[in-house]
């Protein structure tokens, strides 16, 4: 499988959105992928696998930590260790980019992701009760502090 990691293009949009549809019961609208496109203080990139886009994350930079606000892999392309590959560049292009922190927030039930973060570092530090909605569930808060990197 060849696989690249890229910077998101508004090209992509229409297959980012079809797995984030696939993937979450409130997925993101294509104007809140533009909106991470033409921002600033955000770095969105895409994964391919075979040249088809595979999955997505970013970061938003606050000017102290870097929130990871989303990150998804396609249904058919889960387990193939993407994610890890994915996250570990987003990451990597952040602390070239300055940013010394991140944070996430992920269901409380989602052991794969939460494996995934943790493998690269990340801790429970906390959790917003009620934070997701469809279905109501509780969301674990994750950091990736500088002393741990």
């Known amino acids: 499988m060849k696989i690249e990691v890229r910077d998101l293009r508004t090209e992509d949009l229409d297959e980012v959105c079809r797995i984030e549809e696939a993937s979450f019961s409130m997925p993101w609208k294509r104007e809140d992928f533009q909106n991470l496109i033409d921002s600033d203080n955000s770095i969105y990139l895409v994964i391919l696998a075979d040249d088809r886009v595979a999955g997505a994350a970013g970061y938003t930079f606050n000017g102290f930590d870097g929130y990871i606000n989303n ?4 249904v058919d392309r889960r387990g193939q260790g993407l ?9 990597t292009v952040g602390r070239k980019n300055g940013v010394p922190e991140f944070t996430l927030e992920v269901r409380v039930s989602n052991t794969p992701a939460i494996k995934l973060y ?3 570092g990340f801790k429970s530090e906390g959790v917003r009760k009620n ?3 469809r279905p109501a569930e ?10 741990q990197s």
């Open 71 to 74: 990150v998804v892999i396609d």
């Open 118 to 120: 943790e493998s690269l």
């Open 83 to 91: 994610g890890k590959v994915l996250m570990k560049e987003l990451l």
């Open 131 to 133: 934070f997701y909605e």
């Open 138 to 147: 509780d969301a674990l808060v994750m950091w990736l502090r500088e002393a």
